[in-house]
């Protein structure tokens, strides 16, 4: 170890390690510099701008893991792995993005490319596995075995964590909690159906239901919220009704999955007390013979995305 500088000897190589970390979503990028213990180093926002296609966005993707990964040697740290997130359909055995309509992907490679690049090993994730993995492990689900993360925001996607392993079923689709019909004949959704909870219970669909009923254009689930604790009654039948479907949906997944705690997350949950404890009452209801999960906030916020990918990607660096 004779050539150690001054500097590598005064950290030890064990925490010098970090991630490199994008979570790729429709609209933005969140990245970061991830260490061991899920602790972020640096942080930085890029937009996606899908509209620029595919092979432009995976430009930007390999630029910025590039960029992460030359900050994280300027700072004197060493980048052992990528882990990147995206959303839709993941082959993560494959390292593929096979089907993400909001950042255009289809059928890319997602992960090979970024070891090309960086030659760095790296692990490509399903965008609410990976924040559902990051809440199990270091978040507001750490005391249980069984989670359920739940993110409500445009839409509405689940994730069932088991002892901090996601669960991505047969073909990398589990966890399409928006997708069930609460509500048989309700209102139209884009995959076909009618009457599913995404159609109801996300911010966009609350925010687009007070808009039409109240004559509001552009108001957001936000004003819903905020409306109805004015005593708004319109904005209170809505938030009710929205409140009611996600119990609905809620109490069928604990059928299916019962689980210690759902961990709420995504734009959503920022409503804090004012959705979860209808929400709690809502299920505590709606449940006969099975057992009521506690339902909490989710506590990393819009960096567990990045913080799973890390964590997915340390996991696979000790699994080789
Ligand atoms: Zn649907």
Same mark, same amino acid.
């Given at each position: 170890?004779?050539?150690?500088?001054?500097?590598?000897?005064?950290?030890?190589?064990?925490?010098?390690?970090?991630?490199?970390?994008?979570?790729?979503g429709g609209t933005?990028?969140?990245?970061?510099?991830?260490?061991?213990?899920?602790?972020?180093?640096?942080?930085?926002? %890029?937009?996606? +701008?899908?509209?620029?296609?595919? $092979? @432009?966005? /995976? &430009?930007?993707?390999?630029?910025?893991?590039?960029? #992460?990964?030359?900050?994280?040697?300027?700072?004197?740290?060493?980048?052992?792995?990528?882990?990147?997130?995206?959303?839709?359909?993941?082959?993560?055995?494959?390292?593929?993005?096979?089907?993400?309509?909001n950042?255009?992907?289809?059928?890319?490679?997602?992960?090979?490319?970024?070891?090309?690049?960086?030659?760095?090993?790296?692990?490509?994730? %399903?965008?609410? +596995?990976?924040?559902?993995?990051? $809440? @199990?492990? /270091? &978040?507001?689900?750490?005391?249980?075995?069984?989670? #359920?993360?739940v993110a409500i925001g445009t839409g509405i996607a689940?994730?069932?964590?088991?002892?901090?392993?996601?669960?991505?079923?047969?073909?990398?689709?589990?966890?399409?909690?928006g997708h069930?019909?609460v509500r048989?004949?309700g209102p139209a959704c884009p995959c076909?159906?009618?009457g599913c909870l995404e159609s109801l219970g996300s911010a966009r669909a609350i925010g687009l239901r007070y808009a039409e009923l109240a004559g509001v254009p552009g108001a957001t689930a936000h004003d819903v919220v905020t409306r109805a604790g004015q005593g708004d009654a319109l904005a209170r039948m809505v938030w009710r009704e929205a409140i009611e479907a996600l119990a609905?949906g809620?109490?069928?997944?604990?059928?299916?999955?019962?689980?210690?705690?759902?961990?709420i997350g995504g734009g959503l949950a920022e409503a804090g007390?004012a959705l979860l404890?209808p929400l709690?009452?809502?299920?505590?209801?709606?449940?006969?013979?099975?057992?009521?999960?506690?339902?909490?906030?989710?506590?990393?916020?819009d960096?567990?995305?990045?913080?799973?990918?890390?964590?997915?990607?340390?996991?696979?660096?000790?699994?080789?």
């Amino acid at each position: 170890m004779g050539d150690c500088t001054g500097e590598s000897e005064a950290v030890p190589p064990a925490q010098r390690r970090v991630v490199v970390a994008l979570d790729v979503g429709g609209t933005g990028m969140k990245c970061a510099l991830v260490r061991p213990d899920g602790t972020v180093h640096h942080a930085e926002r %890029h937009p996606t +701008r899908a509209d620029r296609g595919p $092979e @432009a966005v /995976l &430009g930007t993707i390999l630029d910025v893991a590039e960029g #992460l990964a030359r900050k994280a040697r300027a700072d004197g740290l060493e980048p052992v792995a990528a882990g990147v997130a995206v959303p839709g359909v993941v082959d993560e055995e494959n390292g593929i993005a096979v089907w993400s309509s909001n950042v255009g992907f289809r059928d890319v490679p997602v992960r090979a490319r970024i070891e090309e690049r960086l030659g760095l090993p790296t692990i490509l994730g %399903h965008d609410v +596995r990976v924040g559902g993995t990051a $809440e @199990a492990r /270091l &978040g507001a689900g750490r005391a249980h075995r069984h989670v #359920l993360f739940v993110a409500i925001g445009t839409g509405i996607a689940a994730a069932l964590i088991v002892d901090g392993a996601g669960y991505g079923g047969a073909h990398g689709g589990a966890g399409e909690l928006g997708h069930i019909v609460v509500r048989p004949g309700g209102p139209a959704c884009p995959c076909g159906q009618h009457g599913c909870l995404e159609s109801l219970g996300s911010a966009r669909a609350i925010g687009l239901r007070y808009a039409e009923l109240a004559g509001v254009p552009g108001a957001t689930a936000h004003d819903v919220v905020t409306r109805a604790g004015q005593g708004d009654a319109l904005a209170r039948m809505v938030w009710r009704e929205a409140i009611e479907a996600l119990a609905d949906g809620m109490v069928i997944a604990q059928a299916l999955y019962d689980v210690g705690v759902f961990v709420i997350g995504g734009g959503l949950a920022e409503a804090g007390d004012a959705l979860l404890g209808p929400l709690r009452s809502g299920v505590g209801e709606r449940v006969t013979f099975h057992r009521v999960p506690e339902i909490v906030r989710a506590e990393l916020g819009d960096n567990a995305g990045c913080i799973g990918a890390a964590l997915l990607a340390l996991d696979h660096l000790e699994s080789v």
